[in-house]
């Protein structure tokens, strides 16, 4: 993995955007609603960031541990300071432990990620029996979400895809449902969904 992320160098202002905040906190909201989550779980959240959905997961269970690829935004993850958040620099789909977990969540990441066989064989290997996801990401768009389509290998995802994915590697009651729209500006809105699954 090179040592260097294209997220490094926009780690510093990415809690500025208003539209980020509000994003992550509609998907928290939709997470909460969908999973119970209690204080003895333990978490990962991958693609953390800079911590939008950690940090309000992480109030709510035991332990969460952010994975991500960019130091930069793991440097932001960690000036939180919160006791229970651990962070992880690193690819998730190469993450590698003898503990298991008993939820993944993630947000608007599963889109720079190439290999989606990869990605749920991984969440699967990681979960307890019973364990759960909650995988929140754009539905399918034209590609004009980014401004630069570098490191984005999808451009949204289909219910159809994913919940046969999702299947096809062990999980079961997947649901995939639509949580809202955001707005970016000067375009249309682009629809984002919540993909929850139990191992
Ligand atoms: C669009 S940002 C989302 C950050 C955060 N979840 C949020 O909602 O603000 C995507 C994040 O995923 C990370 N990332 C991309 N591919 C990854 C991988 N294979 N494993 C772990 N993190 C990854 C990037 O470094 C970046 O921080």
Same mark, same amino acid.
């Given at each position: 993995m090179s040592e260097k992320s294209s997220f490094d160098n926009r780690a510093e202002d990415w809690d500025s955007s208003s539209m980020r905040v509000q994003l992550a906190q509609n998907i928290y909201d939709a997470i909460v609603k969908e999973i119970k989550l209690t204080k003895e779980m333990d978490v990962i959240d991958f693609g953390?960031?800079?911590g939008l959905l950690s940090r309000n997961i992480a109030l709510h269970v035991n332990s969460l541990l952010g994975i991500d690829t960019s130091k930069g935004m793991l440097e932001k993850l960690d000036a939180l300071?919160?006791?229970?958040i651990v962070s992880c620099y690193g690819d998730f789909c190469e993450f590698k432990s003898v503990k298991k977990f008993d939820g993944i969540v993630s947000s608007m990441?599963?889109?720079?990620?190439?290999?989606l066989d990869k990605l749920f064989e991984k969440m699967h290997e990681l979960l307890k029996e019973g364990g759960f996801i909650a995988i929140a990401d754009l539905m399918s768009?034209?590609?004009? %979400?980014?401004?630069?389509?570098?490191?984005?290998?999808? %451009?949204g995802f289909e219910e159809e895809y994913l919940l046969k994915i999702a299947k096809a590697h062990g999980f079961k009651e997947a649901k995939y449902q639509k949580i809202f729209d955001v707005q970016k500006e000067g375009k249309d809105a682009y629809g984002i969904f919540l993909l929850s699954a139990k191992k």
């Open positions: 953390a960031g800079t300071e919160m006791d229970n990441t599963m889109h720079h990620i190439k290999e768009e034209d590609g004009t %979400f980014h401004g630069d389509n570098d490191g984005v290998h999808h %451009f």
